[in-house]
């Protein structure tokens, strides 16, 4: 059974830092590529980045995000990472995993909440 | 990038009675490979998203038969033949034929 687990999500100052990290078993981790999706409570989805099978190359990450956050992956750990820096209150959300395949997403974690508040 | 609008963003159903949602999108979702890449995801209240439909039509593992999904370039329908309560939630479209993918606002399921 496919399972991503996420952890670090937090609260933190703004212009603060935090490191998300989405734990992955289940499936061969490194032959897929992985997304992270985020939603602000009772609001709609919004992908944030997408990473390649390999991690040499970030096929994607959102302009509201660019510069600030940064998407890698270890597949000898079977994890996906998510480096936020810079953070400001409208990054508060849930952060979600995702398992990418063909053209979809067939697979979610239960999402992790950061909150960016003084 | 492609921008995808449900209608209607809340849908107030009975149960028992049909519920259908529209998707559309501001390009053709078909792909050059011949496929369209059109997904429908279900949220229920307090857990994350689950995928139903995938390439317009095709039902998870798992999923109700009651669920059917339609269309082709850019309109796409969700249909629940009969609504039950375990389908109340919020149901978003997603596009996967353009970069970056992107998703409808969703639109919210709830009991009459």
């Known amino acids: 059974e496919v399972q991503l687990v996420e952890s670090g999500g937090d609260l933190v100052h703004p212009g603060g830092s935090l490191r998300l990290s989405c734990a992955a078993s289940?499936?061969?981790?490194?032959?897929?590529?992985m997304h992270w999706v985020r939603q602000v409570p009772g609001m709609g989805l919004i992908g944030v980045a997408l990473?390649?099978?390999?991690?040499?190359?970030?096929?994607y990450v959102a302009d509201s995000v660019k510069g600030r956050l940064t998407v890698s992956r270890d597949n000898a750990k079977n994890t996906l990472y998510l480096e936020m820096n810079s953070l400001r209150a409208d990054d508060t959300a849930v952060y979600y995993c995702?398992?990418?395949?063909?053209?979809?997403?067939?697979?979610w974690g239960q999402g992790t909440l950061v909150t960016v508040s003084s | 990038d492609v921008v995808m609008t449900q209608s209607p963003l809340s849908l107030p159903v009975t149960l028992g009675q049909p519920a259908s949602i529209s998707c559309r999108s501001s390009?053709?979702?078909?792909?050059?490979?011949?496929?369209?890449?059109l997904n429908w995801f279900q949220q229920r209240p307090g857990q994350s998203p689950r995928r139903i439909v995938y390439?317009?039509?095709n039902r998870d593992s798992g999923v109700p038969d009651r669920f059917s999904g339609s269309g082709s370039g850019t309109d796409f329908t969700l249909k629940i033949s009969r609504v039950e309560a375990e389908d109340i939630g919020v149901y978003y479209c997603m596009q996967g034929t353009h970069w970056p993918y992107t998703f409808g606002q969703g639109t919210k399921l709830e009991i009459k």
């Open positions: 289940g499936f061969t981790f490194r032959n897929y590529w």
């Open positions: 390439k317009v039509s």
């Open positions: 990473i390649n099978a390999d991690g040499n190359k970030i096929l």
């Open positions: 390009q053709s979702l078909a792909h050059g490979d011949g496929n369209t890449y």
């Open positions: 995702a398992r990418d395949y063909s053209g979809s997403i067939d697979s």
